[in-house]
């Protein structure tokens, strides 16, 4: 039985976990996190959310099957590198492109983001397909 | 020339769309492939007939400096107008033979295939494309005989022919690298004219005999013969096809094609006369003893096959061009015969020759036709069968050893003579039974073949010359090496050894035929079916692998998961024991420097974790005190700078944590069972892995940093790739390949436990 307050510290830590997930993903080209760390920070976010709640409510979080999460992840990351194939160069040669968001700054955008965000959704969607079939064994 | 031989694998796969109302045609719909081909390919004879040699050439695998090539000439043309030609006509027979059963659209599609790669394995310019068509005859084969895969019988003779013939193709492989490198080049066009070079290597024995592998287990040799009887489980146009003209005779085209290069020597002489002459009996005193006539042929080809390896073997012109003349009589007759067999069947729903009786007259043509076609198998004029056999003879005759020779093919020719009388006498001409009236008359398909090939055989019995001047000769320059001699075919040559031996054969077979009965009474022993033999040893072999497997798996892969640790962790430390010993490298403790509090602090948690996890009672206080310990190291990484490290460590440690937990409550309850001894022993191997790692750590820092990479990445992190991150440039960008490679296999293993844990689920509700 999930105790009252693993529950509520969990709905009050998630939106900070996730949003920490996202932000180690983004900035991830150019100080210390990525794809794997961000995608490994929102699993356990998840992860924490089937321990308090139980893995039929996570599924419904989720909206998405775990399973299909991973597979799209792995084709995101496969598109990413297709992109570079259409302008005559190797297969992942990253394409950079320059974002100017006006009052939020410029930023560069790349193909190695939309890598990344890749291994981002497959860390997230192997991991918690591995954790939910787990917790719904017990 | 290219896309003729590739047309086939690209066109097989219409052969599973669904047909429709025309599936009545289907057949003669996929007859049109090998009749274009056959125009195709005489198209080119006049160009082969006149000794040239066609060539065409694709970059394949330019890194290793293999072609997609290939090479046209009178040798590779006889054998492909023969797949070509004869696979309309087998095409055409089967539409009819199998029309109405399941799965149809399948057998096309497999059969397809196989006259792809057998026309590729003919038309093969080098030896590695050829090995490669060989490879997917075999295996197309494998589902040609498996087709009735409902049938245990099936299964396993289809696994017999791949296992037996695959392992040959392994054989074959090494033999061709061998002869490749030895002769300086893989190209035909090479090897052909570096035989004096290979037959002088000291390589020459050992890559004649792994090719004698490879050609001796495709084409049924002695004593690997018994897996082309068993293959008579196929449907009877594959048997047709695959297992009298085609792929049973790769061998010989094999050794045929190398006659050349590798031919002429004493090892040739007698490895080739020893095994065909032995085929040659062997197969030909089997067949005596067989009622079903799928069976009879069976064994009767796999004679045949030991008389073409034998007159290789023997390599005068005289032999070589009588090898070419018998190829083509058994392609005509072989063919005819079994596509007879198979409507006989169709139509009867018999193929016992005991049971049998009077077909003539309600199946006149084929009568006529299996008529024919037998008598060119027992050798009788006018056929081309009488033919072929006066060629054997006079090659056997001139031959050296030419009394043993002769007296070999004399014997067999007068069991072939009983064979055959056996195959048509009693079912088609004996005095009917009522027993078996009814049968429904086979449609012109199942008659079209075996009348066109028994037709074929008596036309170039008549006029060889019909087939000699434009075919054989260029076939026959192709073995001999030299120039275009037209071949000695006739049917009268005066009175000489060669007729007398031929009344002799025909009086002596059908002497034997009439006393049949009397000698079945001989012990099964001499009849062939004997409890040993290479069957014998080949069922023993596959029971052998089976049991070796299970044991293995016994041992090796028991389900113990601490067993599978103490292995790894076992052979870990061995091996790199082992290499330290062996190099002599022993660390000297590098000066340390005094420990700061902070790290000190950080020690004592990871060594009080570890303690605890030891001693822990339970398994969960266990899989904590291990992720203090992982926390631990991750802080570590902290205070010497790796952010990124620590990030990761601390996540992944969560993670694994939470796994366990999720895991490790389904167990029963923690009970310590292992005794003492046990205990101890994880204990030595758990220090001793330890101890290794901590001393290799010792010769880490005594090696010192600097990686030749490192500086490259640092440079190029920003230039290159638009980052600062180094860590993370390098998963993305410089070595997003590997990072695509581990997100697969993640992928993957989330996809195994969520289906996995399912299918236990799904199990546990049944």
Sequence with gaps: ?138 | MIWAVLAGFFLAPLALLPLGSVARWRGGLHALLPLGLTLFLLRHLDAVAQGRILVARQPWVPGLGIDLSFYLDGLSLLFALLITGVGTLVMVYAGAYLHGRPQVGRFFFWLTLFMASMLGLVLAGNVLTLFIFWELTSLTSFFLIGFDHEREGARQAALQALLVTALGGAALLAGLLVLGQAAGGYDFATLLSRGEVLRAHPWYLAGLLLVLGGAFTKSAQVPFHFWLPSAMEAPTPVSAYLHSVTMVKAGVYLLARLHPVLGGTSAWFWLLVGFGGATLLTGAWLALWQSDMKRILAYTTVSALGGLILLLGIGSEAALHAALVYLLAHALYKGALFLTAGAVDHAVGSRDVNQLRGLARSLPLLAAAATAAALSMAGLPPLLGFVAKEALYRAALAAPAAGLLTGIVWVSGVLLVAAAALLVARPFFAAPRASLAELHAPSPALWLGPVLLAAGGLLCGLAPGLVNRPLLTAAGAALTGGALVPLDLALWHGFDAVLLLSLLTLAAGVALYLNLARLARLPSFWRGASSWGAARLYDLGVAGLYGLAYRQTRLLQNGYLRSYILTLVGFAVGLTAFTLVGRGLSPALPGLAEPRLFEGAVALMILCGALFAVFSPSRLSAVVAMGTIGYGVALIFVEFGAPDLAMTQFVIETMTVILFVLSIHRLPTYLPRSSRWIQGRDAVVAIAAGGLMTLLMLLVLEAGGGSRVADFFAEQTWPAAHGRDIVNVILVDFRAMDTLGEIAVLTLAGVGVHALLRLRAGAGED
């Design chain 1, 1 to 138: 039985m999930p105790s009252l307050i693993l529950r509520t510290a969990t709905l009050y830590l998630m939106p900070m976990l996730l949003l920490l997930s996202a932000f180690l993903l983004l900035r991830g080209h150019y100080l210390p996190g990525g794809g794997f760390v961000g995608g490994l920070v929102a699993a356990a976010t998840f992860s924490l959310h089937c321990l308090a709640f139980g893995a039929q409510a996570t599924r419904e979080l989720l909206r998405v099957p775990p399973v299909s999460l991973a597979a799209g992840g792995l084709l995101v990351a496969l598109l990413s590198g297709l992109l570079s194939l259409g302008e005559g160069e190797p297969f992942l040669t990253g394409r950079w492109g320059r974002l100017d968001a006006g009052v939020l700054g410029v930023y560069d955008l790349g193909t190695p983001l939309l890598f990344d965000l890749g291994i981002y959704l497959v860390v997230i969607g192997a991991t918690l397909s591995i954790v939910v079939s787990l917790a719904e064994e017990s």
